[in-house]
Antibody
């Protein structure tokens, strides 16, 4: 069965860095684009970043562009999010999610719905 | 970007009642690329509906989605205790993908 397990969250001071990981299993990781989505405490869902199946295409939300970097290691079936220059407003639960779109070849999909989600990892930015 | 507005913010209903949730887009969502998710406290979102009206694997048939263009609806025909949760719509027609702000379905 498909599993996504995030790790790496914690408490960090403003301006510092943190790297999140998402370990994938139960599917051919190298054939799917992957996303990060976050949720601030008591708030709704916010898309953060996407990486294509082969890592060649990456896109970011305006709120994190230039500070966050998404990457993947298909030999380890792992997705990453490097977060630099963290701000209080980055405090959130961060979810990794697999993307799919009906009728499309998986390697052609960057944008779609999220059929599998991890359990999330909490990042708290506070002094 | 496409802005999604969900209404109402909170829906207070009793088990067995029908729930109707609305999601309105700021511009047309092509190909009905609209999904719905359910989220219970402390849990990740769960995919319910994709393509505006197709149920995801394992989703009970009391959940149904409809709509096109800019107006979409999620209907829960008879609320079960486990259905009291927050529901989000998401569009994947435009870039970036965006979510609505959520509708909370609470027990009356």
């Amino acid at each position: 069965q498909v599993q996504l397990v995030e790790s790496g969250g914690g408490v960090v001071q403003p301006g510092r860095s943190l790297r999140l990981s998402c370990a994938a299993s139960g599917f051919t990781f190298s054939r799917y684009a992957m996303h990060w989505v976050r949720q601030a405490p008591g708030k709704g869902l916010e898309w953060v970043a996407v990486i294509s199946y082969d890592g060649t295409n990456k896109f970011y939300a305006d709120s994190v562009r230039g500070r966050f970097t998404i990457s993947r290691d298909s030999s380890k079936n792992t997705l990453y999010l490097q977060m630099n220059s963290l701000r209080a407003e980055d405090t959130a639960v961060y979810y990794c999610a697999r993307v799919y779109r009906e009728g499309a070849v998986t390697t052609m999909i960057l944008r779609g719905y999220f059929d599998y989600w991890g359990q999330g990892t909490l990042v708290t930015v506070s002094s | 970007e496409i802005v999604l507005t969900q209404s109402p913010g909170t829906l207070s209903l009793s088990p067995g009642e029908r729930a109707t949730l609305s999601c309105r887009a700021s511009q047309s969502v092509s190909s009905s690329y609209l999904a719905w998710y359910q989220q219970t406290p402390g849990q990740a979102p769960r995919l319910l509906i994709y393509g505006a009206s197709s149920r995801a694997t394992g989703i009970p048939d009391r959940f149904s989605g409809s709509g096109s263009g800019t107006d979409f609806t999620l209907t829960i025909s008879r609320l079960e205790p486990e259905d009291f949760a927050v529901y989000y719509c998401q569009q994947y027609a435009g870039s970036p993908v965006t979510f609505g702000q959520g509708t909370k379905v609470e027990i009356k």
